[in-house]
C-alpha cells in the first residue's frame, strides 16, 4: 500500500456565527485503509466531513485529493471526484426502488429510453459484492426497508459510484447487534477493493474491530493520532481529556434527593413497553442507549405528544396520563426538544417572545402580552439577565443567537412556569463547550430547587458526568441501573446489549 | 470564550426601528397623484380615496392574521358576494332589518371562519385548497339563495357604513363613516396581533408550529381563530362595500387576492411568522393609489389586474432576495 | 424524533397505493345504484359510460399537465385563466379560416410554453412561493386577456371542431386523444430520465441536487409540460364550443378541480409520489360524480356547493391520515 494519501485535509478552520467548530485540523486517508475519526458529539466530526463533501468551505486550509487540490464549492464536485458520504439522515427517496435511488441523477439510457433493465442487473450485480443481494431486491421501494437495509442501499450507492473515498457517518447508530456485524462486514470488503473509508463513531468496540488508524477530535481539535490501531483507553483518555469536576456541577447528595414526583408503571405504547420509573425531585436521571432505544418516546409519552397506551403515570400520586403536551404542561411537565431550530424555537421572534411563549400560551387569550399569570416582560428579563444569556437586545430575533443562548432561553421558557418535572432532550446538542457547562449548572440548580429532572442525552461521558442515576434503554424498554459516575463501558454494554467486553 | 460577547449597556438599547418601505411607496403614490390631479388633496378627494379603500384595508388586515399564522384566506371574497347578496334578501326593503341582518351576517362569518379552520386543523387540508373550496361552495349558496339573479336593493340604513359622509366639519369638511370604521377597527385588529397573547401565538404557529405545540400553546384554537378574525374582517368588508356597490353575485370576486397582495405589500412574510396589521393597511392603501394612478393614466379597468399580478409576484420576489441578503 | 420514526407502520402507506381505485370502485358503484334506483338504466351502457368520460376531456388534458407540477412539488393555478386565454387566441387566429388552424395551434402552443417557462423561472430564479407565482401569472393573464375581448369572439371552423366532435362511432377523436396524452405522459414518467428527475426533485430536492440534477430545469420543464397541457385543453373547448371567450376557464374552475382530480388520484401534494393512472382515475371519478348529480336531477348551484365540498373532502381523505402540520 502506498503512502500517499488518497486524500488529505490540511489545517482546517471553521467558525460559524458564536461557535468555532473547526481549528486547525489536519487528518488523511489511505487507499484501502479504514480510518476511524472519534470524538464525541459536537467535537467537530460532522464539520469536518461537510467540508470534505463540500458543504461548507472551510475559513482556511485545503484539501488534496490524489494530489490535487480539490476545495469542493458544491457536494456535487466532490461526488464526481470520487467522495461519498453516507449521512446518518439518508439522501434516499423513500418513494423511488432501490435501482432507482442508486442510478439518482445518472441513469443508464438507451437512446432516450431508461434502461430498466441495465439498472436493475447493475444494482444486482453491486449489492452482491458486499453480499446483499440476498436481502435486497432492486424493485424493492426503499420506504418499506428496515433502516439498515437502507444503509445498504446508501453504501450501494457509493460503490456504483466507483467512489475512491466513503465517508460513513455513524453508521451503527440505528443498527442492532445481528445488523452491525453485517456492516463490518461490508466495511472490510471495501476495504479489500482498495477504497479509502473515513469512519466515524464514538463507539471503542467499533474502533479496534475497524480501524486501520484513528484521529480524536475534541472541541474542534486533534487531539491526538495514531497510525496503528491504539488500545481503546488511550482514545478514551484523547476524547475525554479534560477535568470532569470543573465541568459538571457536583452531583446531588443523598438529603437532597426528595421522594418519587413522577412514576409510571408498566407503562407502553407501539414505540414502548415495560416501563417502569420513578423521578424524583432534586434528582438529575440520565438516561442512555443507542439510537431508537425508546428514549425520545419516553420522553414524548412522558410529555402527552405521544401517549402511553397502557400503564399508569402519577404525578405526586395523582393521575398523570397526559393526552397532549398542554396538558403535561398544566400538570407540571416541561420538555426541551432536542432539535432546537425544528422543534423548540419560533426563530422570526424575539428573544423576550421566545421565552415567555409557554407563559402566553397559559394566559387569556386577549390579555396583554405585556404580563400574565405567569410572566411579565420585566420579570422575564430579570430571568434572562440572571441566565447570563448574551444578545444585543432582548428585541432582537432569536436566530441571531449562538446555540448555547438560545438553549437558554428555551430553559427560560419553562423556569416561568416552575415545572414540578424538566425533561431535557440532548440539552447541549450543537452548543458550545463552554456554554455546556453553564447548561450543566442550570440543571443542577434546577434540581436543588426541588424539580425532577430528567435528561436524555447521546454523549455518554455527558450522562455520566451531569446524572445522579443513569437509566440504560434499549429496545423500547429500561433494561440498566448505573449510579453516578458509573464506567462508560458498562452504558455501552447494557445499551447495544452485547455480550463481550470491547473497550 | 468563542460566544459573541457584547458590552452589557448596549443590550438594553432598542435596535434603530426599521421602518417598513411600504409607508415610502405609499407616500410616493400619494404625491403622484397629487400632482396628477390636484384636486386629490382637497378633503373631497383623499377622504373619497379613503372610503374606496376602506373595504380592502380591513379586509387584509384580517386576511393577515391567517397568513401570520401560516396559510392562506381565498374565501374571503365569496364571503362579501354572501354578505351582500344575503343581506339584500333578508333585509327585504325593511330598514328595521338592518341590525338583526348584519348580526346574522357576522354569525355566517363566524361559522365560515369555524369550518376553514376545522377543516384545515382537523382534516390537514393546506388552506389553499381548504378556502378554495369554501370559495366555490360559498359562491354557490349565494346563488341558489338568490336564485342565480340578485333582487333587491339594500336599504339606507344598510349602507349607512360604506356610503354616508358626516359633512360640515371644520378642518376636513367631511368625514366618511367608512374611515371611522376603518379606524376603530383597524385599531381593533392592531392591539389583537401585537398587543395580545393571541397575536404573539398567531406568530408563534405561523413561524413553527411544532415548537409551538410543544410549547403548550394550543395551536389548532390558535388556527382557527385566525380564520375566524379573516372572515368577520370579511363581513365587515361585504358591509362596506354593500354601501356603494350593486347588489350583485360577484361583488366579492377577486379580493382574495388584492387581500393578500396588500398584505404582502405590507410586507407579511408568506407561510407565516411575521407580518404588521399597520402596514398590511398601508399595503391596501398602497394597492388603491396604484389603481387610482392606473385610472388618471387612462388605463382601461382590466390592466389594473395585470398590475396587481405583477406587483403579487415581485413583492413575494424582492422579500425573497432580501431575506437571502439579510440571512435567514 | 428520531427514535420514533424507526419503527412508522407501513400500512398507511399501502393503502394510499389502492385508494384511487377503491374511490373509483366506489364511485362506479354509486352511479350503477342510483341509475337502478331512479329506473334511468338507459344509462347503464358502455357507450353512455364512454359519453360521461366524454364530457371531462378539458379537465383531463389540464389535469395530465397539473400531475407534472404536483410531482415536482409546484403548483399551477394559472391553468384556468390561461385555458380561456389559448380558447380565445385560437379562435379569433382562425376567424372561422380552415387555412388558419394549423398557425392557431401553433401560437396556442407558444403561448402555452412562454407561460409555462415563465411560471418556471419566476419560481425558481425568483424563489417566489409557486402558489403566489401562478396566482399572480393567472392575474396577467386574465387581466390581458379581458383588456381585449369581453365576449365570445373570434370563430372556430368546422374543420377543427372535428376535435371535439369527430370520433369513431361513440369513440370521439378528444377521447382518443386523451388517452393518447396519457400514455405518452407515463412513457415521459416512468421511461427518461426526465421523469425520473421530477420525482426525485418533488421527493427530496436537496438529495436529487446532491446527486448531480439541475432541479431548477426540472422545475421549469414540468411547468411548460403543465401549461402546454392547459393550452391544449383551451384547443379543445374551442373547438367543443366552436368560439373562444374568456371566462369558460375560471366557469370550469380548472385550476382547483384539476388539482383536486390529481390529488384523488393518489399524488401527494407534497411531491415525489403518484402518478399518471391515479389522475386518470381521478378525472373518471369527477366525471362520474357529475353524472350522478345529472341522474339525480341536483340543480346547477346546488351541484356547485356539492362540488366545493367533495374537491375539500377528496383531499381531506388522503390528508387526513398524514401526521404533518398543516396551514
Known amino acids: 500500500m502506498s503512502d500517499t494519501p488518497v486524500i488529505a485535509m490540511a489545517h482546517i478552520s471553521k467558525s460559524f456565527p458564536g461557535v468555532r467548530a473547526l481549528n486547525d485540523v489536519s487528518f488523511a486517508c489511505h487507499a484501502g485503509q479504514v480510518h476511524a475519526l472519534v470524538g464525541e458529539n459536537g467535537a467537530g466530526k460532522s464539520t469536518l466531513i461537510k467540508i470534505l463533501s463540500g458543504v461548507y468551505r472551510p475559513d482556511a486550509g485545503n484539501i488534496v485529493l490524489n494530489g490535487a487540490n480539490a476545495n469542493f464549492k458544491h457536494p456535487v464536485e466532490s461526488l464526481r471526484a470520487g467522495i461519498s458520504v453516507i449521512y446518518q439522515e439518508f439522501s434516499l427517496l423513500p418513494e423511488r426502488t432501490v435501482a432507482q435511488n442508486i442510478f439518482l441523477g445518472r441513469e443508464p439510457r438507451k437512446g432516450l429510453v431508461l434502461d430498466h433493465a441495465a439498472m436493475r442487473s447493475e444494482t444486482r450485480r453491486v449489492l452482491d459484492l458486499f453480499g446483499a443481494g440476498a436481502r435486497v431486491s432492486p424493485d424493492a421501494l426503499v420506504a418499506d426497508l428496515d433502516v439498515a437495509t437502507q444503509q445498504m442501499v446508501e453504501i450501494a450507492k457509493a460503490i456504483s459510484l466507483d467512489a475512491r473515498v466513503v465517508v460513513m457517518d455513524e453508521p451503527t447508530a440505528a443498527l442492532n447487534e445481528a445488523e452491525c456485524e453485517v456492516l463490518f462486514a461490508t466495511v472490510d470488503k471495501l476495504r479489500e477493493r482498495g477504497t479509502a473509508i473515513i469512519y466515524i463513531t464514538h463507539r471503542m468496540r467499533e474502533v479496534t474491530r475497524l480501524a486501520d488508524r484513528v484521529t480524536v477530535l475534541k472541541d474542534g481539535e486533534v487531539a491526538a493520532h495514531f497510525d496503528t490501531p491504539p488500545a481503546p483507553d488511550a482514545i478514551v483518555r484523547a476524547m475525554v481529556g479534560r477535568d470532569i469536576a470543573d465541568y459538571y456541577a457536583p452531583p446531588a447528595t443523598q438529603a437532597e434527593i426528595g421522594a418519587p414526583v413522577l412514576s409510571v408503571r408498566n407503562g407502553g405504547n407501539a414505540f414502548l413497553r415495560h416501563i417502569d420509573l420513578d423521578l424524583r425531585a432534586g434528582e438529575i436521571v440520565g438516561f442512555a442507549g443507542i439510537q431508537g432505544a425508546g428514549r425520545v418516546a419516553l420522553a414524548m409519552a412522558l410529555f402527552g405528544q405521544v401517549p402511553f397506551t397502557t400503564g399508569t403515570v402519577t404525578l405526586n400520586g395523582a393521575n398523570a396520563a397526559f393526552a397532549n403536551p398542554r396538558d403535561a404542561i398544566r400538570g407540571g411537565v416541561g420538555l426541551l426538544p432536542g432539535d432546537r431550530k425544528a422543534e423548540a424555537l419560533v426563530l422570526m421572534q424575539s428573544v423576550r417572545d421566545n421565552g415567555l411563549l409557554t407563559a402566553r400560551a397559559f394566559s387569556p387569550l386577549v390579555g396583554t402580552q405585556k404580563s400574565n399569570a405567569h410572566a411579565s416582560l420585566s420579570s422575564m428579563d430579570a430571568l434572562l439577565d440572571q441566565m447570563q444569556v448574551k444578545a444585543a437586545s432582548y428585541e432582537q430575533d432569536i436566530k441571531f443567537l449562538s446555540g448555547g443562548n438560545q438553549q437558554k432561553a428555551v430553559v427560560a421558557r419553562w423556569l416561568a412556569l416552575k415545572p414540578k418535572v424538566l425533561i431535557f432532550v440532548e440539552p447541549t446538542r450543537g452548543i458550545d463547550v463552554n456554554a455546556k457547562a453553564g447548561i450543566y449548572h442550570l440543571m443542577r440548580d434546577l434540581a436543588r430547587a426541588g424539580t425532577a429532572i430528567m435528561m436524555i442525552s447521546s454523549d455518554l461521558p455527558e450522562v455520566i458526568g451531569a446524572a445522579d442515576r443513569i437509566v440504560v434503554m434499549r429496545a423500547g424498554t429500561i433494561v440498566a441501573e448505573f449510579p453516578h459516575g458509573a464506567a462508560e463501558t458498562d452504558l455501552m454494554l447494557a445499551a447495544t446489549g452485547e455480550t463481550e467486553v470491547a473497550a | 470564550m468563542t460566544e459573541q460577547t457584547l458590552p452589557h449597556a448596549d443590550r438594553r438599547k432598542r435596535q434603530l426601528p426599521q421602518i417598513n418601505p411600504v409607508y415610502f411607496v405609499l407616500a410616493a403614490l400619494i404625491v403622484a397623484i397629487v400632482v396628477m390631479n390636484p384636486a386629490f388633496a382637497e378633503p373631497t378627494g383623499y377622504m373619497n380615496f379613503l372610503k374606496r379603500a376602506a373595504p380592502l384595508a380591513i379586509l387584509a388586515a384580517g386576511q393577515l392574521y391567517v397568513i401570520v399564522s401560516g396559510g392562506f384566506d381565498l374565501s374571503v371574497g365569496s364571503v362579501i358576494t354572501l354578505v351582500v347578496v344575503g343581506s339584500s334578501i333578508l333585509s327585504n326593503n325593511d330598514p328595521n332589518s338592518t341590525w338583526w341582518v348584519i348580526a346574522t351576517m357576522f354569525a355566517i362569518g363566524a361559522g365560515v371562519g369555524l369550518i376553514n379552520g376545522l377543516v384545515v386543523c382537523y382534516l390537514k387540508v393546506p388552506s389553499l385548497i381548504a378556502t378554495l373550496g369554501m370559495m366555490i361552495t360559498l359562491n354557490g349558496v349565494a346563488f341558489m339563495w338568490s336564485g342565480g339573479s340578485p333582487r333587491g336593493y339594500l336599504t339606507d340604513q344598510f349602507r349607512f357604513f360604506g356610503r354616508v359622509n358626516i359633512s360640515d366639519l371644520p378642518l376636513i369638511r367631511i368625514l366618511p363613516v367608512a374611515l371611522i370604521v376603518l379606524i376603530v377597527l383597524g385599531f381593533a385588529l392592531y392591539w389583537l396581533m401585537h398587543r395580545t397573547n393571541l397575536g404573539r401565538m398567531i406568530h408563534a404557529i405561523g413561524d413553527n408550529p411544532r415548537a409551538a405545540n410543544l410549547a403548550g400553546v394550543p395551536v389548532n384554537r390558535v388556527r382557527i381563530l385566525a380564520f375566524i378574525v379573516s372572515s368577520l374582517s370579511a363581513v365587515a368588508a361585504g358591509i362596506m362595500l354593500g354601501g356603494f356597490a350593486g347588489v350583485s353575485t360577484d361583488v366579492g370576486t377577486g379580493y382574495e387576492l388584492q387581500a393578500i397582495t396588500a398584505a404582502v405589500l405590507g410586507g407579511a412574510q408568506l407561510l407565516g411568522g411575521r407580518g404588521s396589521v399597520p402596514a398590511a393597511i398601508a399595503g391596501a392603501l398602497t394597492l388603491n393609489a396604484i389603481f387610482t394612478l392606473l385610472n388618471f393614466l387612462g388605463l382601461p379597468q382590466p390592466i389594473r389586474q395585470v398590475v396587481q399580478g405583477l406587483i403579487l409576484i415581485a413583492a413575494v420576489a424582492v422579500a425573497m432576495q432580501r431575506r437571502k441578503h439579510t440571512g435567514r | ?327
Not at chain 3, 337502478?36 to 366524454?54: A, M, R
Not at chain 3, 371531462?56 to 407534472?68: D, H, K, R
Open chain 3, 1 to 327: 424524533m428520531t427514535d420514533l420514526i424507526a419503527t412508522r407502520p407501513k400500512l398507511a402507506f399501502r393503502f394510499d397505493r389502492w385508494a384511487p381505485a377503491l374511490l373509483l370502485a366506489i364511485a362506479l358503484l354509486a352511479y350503477v345504484v342510483i341509475a337502478l334506483y331512479t329506473g334511468q338504466t338507459q344509462y347503464l351502457t358502455v357507450d353512455n359510460l364512454i359519453s360521461v368520460l366524454g364530457r371531462s376531456i378539458a379537465l383531463g388534458i389540464t389535469a395530465v399537465g397539473q400531475t407534472f407540477a404536483i410531482l415536482v412539488a409546484s403548483i399551477d393555478l394559472s391553468v384556468a385563466s390561461l385555458i380561456s386565454a389559448v380558447s380565445v387566441l385560437t379562435s379569433v387566429i382562425m376567424n372561422g379560416n380552415p387555412a388558419m388552424v394549423l398557425p392557431a395551434i401553433a401560437a396556442a402552443l407558444a403561448l402555452g410554453l412562454v407561460v409555462g417557462l415563465v411560471n418556471g423561472l419566476i419560481i425558481t430564479r425568483l424563489e417566489v412561493n409557486p402558489l403566489i407565482a401562478t396566482l399572480g401569472m393567472s392575474l396577467i393573464i386574465q387581466g390581458c386577456l379581458s383588456a381585449f375581448v369581453s365576449n365570445f369572439a373570434g370563430s372556430v371552423p368546422p374543420e377543427f371542431q372535428v376535435f371535439a366532435y369527430g370520433g369513431f362511432g361513440s369513440l370521439s377523436y378528444s377521447l382518443i386523444f386523451l388517452a393518447l396524452l396519457a400514455v405518452a405522459a407515463w412513457f415521459v414518467l416512468r421511461h427518461t430520465r426526465f421523469g425520473s428527475d421530477i420525482y426525485a426533485v418533488g421527493g427530496n430536492k436537496d438529495a436529487a441536487r446532491v446527486a448531480g440534477i439541475k432541479t431548477a430545469r426540472v422545475t421549469i420543464g414540468a411547468h411548460i409540460l403543465c401549461s402546454l397541457c392547459a393550452a391544449m385543453a383551451g384547443l379543445y373547448l374551442a373547438s367543443r364550443l366552436r368560439s373562444g371567450a374568456p371566462w369558460i376557464g375560471s366557469d370550469g374552475v380548472y385550476d382547483l378541480e384539476s388539482i383536486a382530480v390529481v390529488v384523488i388520484g393518489g399524488t401527494i401534494l407534497a411531491g415525489g409520489r403518484g402518478g399518471i393512472w391515479g389522475t386518470m382515475a381521478g378525472v373518471i371519478i369527477f366525471s362520474l360524480i357529475d353524472s350522478i348529480f345529472n341522474l339525480a336531477g341536483v340543480d346547477a348551484f346546488a351541484k356547485q356547493v356539492l362540488r366545493g365540498i367533495i374537491i375539500v373532502a377528496a383531499v381531506a381523505f388522503y390528508a387526513v391520515r398524514s401526521k404533518r402540520l398543516v396551514a
